[in-house]
Structures are given as C-alpha cells and as structure tokens.
C-alpha cells in the first residue's frame, strides 16, 4: 500500500495552497466590501456582501486581521481597512504610470523646433523606434548603409565596433569624413563625451547631434538624436546638449 503524507501548508502559514485560488479571491472581495460598505462593517454584512459562508468569511477575516490589512473597531464589532490596505493604496495613488517612447518624444519636441528621432542599436542594427512626422530625416536604411556620414551613425560605431575598410568609407557629401584614422578619432571622442556630432557630412545644409540611450544596466541600445540648420545645431550649444542628455535619461529602459 502507498504511504499517504499529510497535506503540506503553504510557506505563508495561511492554510490556503495553490489548488485554492478562491480563498485569495475571497479574501480580496472582503477588502474591497470594507472599503465599500465602510468602517465598522460586521462579518455578517461582509458574508453577505461577498456571498461567502460566514465560517470561511470569519476565518478569512481573522487571516486579514492577524497580517493587517484589516483591523477590529473599538468595539471589536465589526471592521476597518488596516495600515497595511492604506500603505497600498497610498502607493497606487503617488505611482507615476510608465510612459512611453512617442509620449515622451511628443513632450520633448513642444521644446525644440529641430527635427527630433529615436534609434535603436539592438542586435547592431540601426533602427528607427520613433520618427519625427513634421521633420525630414535621413532613412533608417541610409544611415546603416553609410554610418560614418550620420551622428547616428557614428553612435553606433563607437558603441557597437565593427571592421570598416576604405572602401566602406564612401563620400555622401564633401563634408563625409572619410579618412579612417580621422573617424577612429571621432569615435573615440564619441565614448568619451558621449555626444556624436556631424556637420553636413549627410546632407548640405544640415547637422546632427546625437546622444546615447541606455538600458537599465547602463548597456547602450540606442540613441536619440537631433538635426537641424547648420550653425543652430552644434555640439558646442550647451543647452541643446543637456536638453538631449535629459530625453536620453527619460527615455532609459524603454528601448
């Protein structure tokens, strides 16, 4: 014959394990009558508000008690929300929601009049995550075919290395650094700055910031970038640069 073992309790001594999600829903139930019907609400109003049988209503309730997420009134009658309940909902109520990369990117261009985009460097591609829709900007396809000609671009050289011989190194305009040991210069100053700047390099007439974005473990996946005017964009504006520091820091984690 099987040797038969007692039921295991569960690791929180409540008596209620996985094969008893109702007790947990029940348990919720309770809380929010409480909060519906009010302090000082009996166990009996509570069993028939939830419509749970008032044996397993009282236990449920003592469980609350016992873990403060209830308390007994004065008059031990009947029940309130407990310090715990109110610690949770204070929580919920001063918890800033997440916002996203295009709400954030929304926000950020009512403050600047140049061309403003995200770019994603996940698995060493260069990609467009949010788009500029009252600016022109350079394709995503553009840049990854001529990285070194893009403040993007070089972003994504400095911060994911790769080969490139002479050959990749064609002229986009005049301006296009195409001189190897230049552009290894410029990258290097890229990681130490964390700012990448190019000047008509892509297009005649335009220049371009960019700053990395980061994940939560300070990996760089991205960057955010912005193109405008030559002589009003300039990695030596100051405010512009901070004001690209402070979207990249915002926009850390969502890519």
């Known amino acids: 014959m099987a040797e038969r073992h007692p039921a295991r309790p569960d690791a929180a001594g409540t008596g209620f394990g996985g094969q008893q999600p109702?007790?947990?829903?029940?348990?919720?139930?309770?809380?929010?009558?409480?909060?519906?019907?009010g302090a000082g609400v009996s166990?009996?109003?509570?069993?028939?508000?939830?419509?749970?049988?008032?044996?397993?209503?009282?236990?449920?309730?003592?469980?609350l008690v016992a873990d403060g997420f209830l308390v007994r009134t004065p008059d031990l009658t009947g029940f309130a929300l407990g310090r715990r309940t109110s610690e949770l909902a204070y929580a919920?109520?001063?918890?800033?929601?997440?916002?996203t990369?295009?709400?954030?990117?929304?926000?950020?261009?009512t403050e600047t009049r140049h061309g403003l985009y995200v770019t994603s460097?996940?698995?060493?591609?260069l990609r467009m995550v949010d788009t500029d829709p009252d600016h022109e900007i350079v394709s995503a396809?553009?840049?990854?075919?001529?990285?070194?000609?893009?403040?993007?671009?070089?972003?994504?050289?400095?911060?994911?290395?790769?080969p490139?011989?002479?050959?990749?190194?064609?002229?986009?305009?005049?301006?296009?650094?195409?001189?190897?040991?230049?552009?290894?210069?410029?990258?290097?100053?890229?990681?130490?700055?964390?700012?990448?700047?190019?000047?008509q390099e892509s297009r005649i007439g335009r220049a371009a910031l960019a700053v990395p974005v980061r994940a939560p473990g300070s990996e760089v996946v991205g960057g955010l970038c912005v193109q405008g005017t030559?002589?009003?964009?300039?990695?030596?504006?100051?405010?512009?640069?901070?004001?690209?520091?402070?979207?990249?820091a915002e926009l850390t984690g969502l890519l």
């Open 230 to 248: 030559v002589g009003r964009v300039s990695a030596d504006h100051t405010d512009l640069v901070a004001f690209l520091r402070d979207g990249a």
């Open 43 to 63: 166990a009996k109003q509570i069993s028939a508000y939830t419509r749970v049988p008032p044996a397993t209503a009282y236990r449920l309730l003592n469980l």
């Open 101 to 109: 990369v295009a709400e954030i990117l929304a926000d950020l261009r």
């Open 22 to 37: 109702k007790a947990v829903q029940r348990a919720l139930a309770m809380l929010e009558a409480v909060a519906h019907l």
């Open 164 to 199: 490139l011989d002479p050959p990749d190194l064609r002229p986009v305009t005049a301006h296009t650094v195409i001189d190897p040991i230049t552009l290894r210069s410029q990258l290097a100053h890229i990681l130490a700055t964390e700012i990448a700047f190019e000047n």
């Open 92 to 99: 919920a109520a001063t918890t800033q929601p997440a916002r």
């Open 121 to 125: 460097f996940r698995g060493g591609t």
């Open 141 to 162: 396809a553009t840049i990854s075919r001529n990285p070194h000609a893009h403040a993007a671009g070089k972003l994504l050289l400095a911060y994911r290395p790769r």
